[in-house]
């Protein structure tokens, strides 16, 4: 029996994703895998249904540089609806505690700082952190306890951006790896004695992608009736390697990008040579080669790009 022919073409590169309201991560990247035509997608972090903004899609090879993706800062606005704390600590739950008290814009830039910085943050229970091998939220879903463990996480910056009424402040974060907004918020308003949960939430920023590079399911959608073999959407595409911006470069020669691409390692010469334990983007005539570490004077591959 013949092995079965790969569905979809092979599409390499980073869809910068302005995702709609009321759609999750998942329906996205599949709807955005349609459009392509492409073998193989991925997302760059989960952003919730109820959320709007960035999510960054890896076509094929730029799969391989998710990691650096989630690692990166996270940029959001954000609305806060006072006097109502929900179950899932955004506006699709169901309201478990209610309060009469509004923060006042000085209560609220008072308690700002200490949000800011590493801290420590539980999780919302509707969260896709693992629990014995099951979503959290299946398990909220299906009535069962959920418990999670605190943990740190780093809040770069935090400042209250507009008070349109007494019941709702707009917030801009930049977060690390792991910090939910959900949780922020919900942590925000029980410091201030008034309860709280996201009303609105847009990402902005994912590592190295922005708002700038965003582009829309409705777009893609128009593109793809204009241009049956899918050159203008392609053309939407950011290279494979925007998603390791911040990782060194290292040209390679001919005869050393041969041996990389074999999975063979490279010795490094020279003043010039990374530092031992450095992780780096090699090249070759500026196309990326794969991503290596530098170990005892060595350069060995450890994902190597098929972009031919």
Known sequence: MGRRRPR???????????????????????????LFNARKAGHGGTLDPLATGILPIAFGEATKTVQWVMEGEKGYTFTVRWGEA?????????????????????????????????????????SAIKINGERAYDLARDGEEVRLSPRRVVIHELELVDMPDADHAVFRAVTGKGAYVRALARDLGERL?????IAQLRRTRVGPFSEKDAISLEKLEELRHKDADRAALRAVLLPVETALADIPALALNGNQASRIVRGQPVILRGANAPVSEETVLATWKGKPVAICTVEGGMLKPKRVFNLD
């Open 8 to 34: 979809g073409e092979p599409v390499h590169g980073w869809l910068v994703l302005d995702k709609p309201f009321d759609m999750t991560s998942t329906a996205a990247v599949a709807e955005a895998k349609r």
């Open 193 to 197: 004695g008034c309860f709280g949960h």
């Open 86 to 126: 929900r179950d899932t600590d955004d506006a699709e739950g169901e309201v478990i505690t209610t309060s009469e008290k509004r923060p006042t814009r000085e209560e609220i830039e008072a308690v700002l700082d200490d949000f800011i910085g590493e801290i420590e943050q539980l999780p919302p229970r509707f």
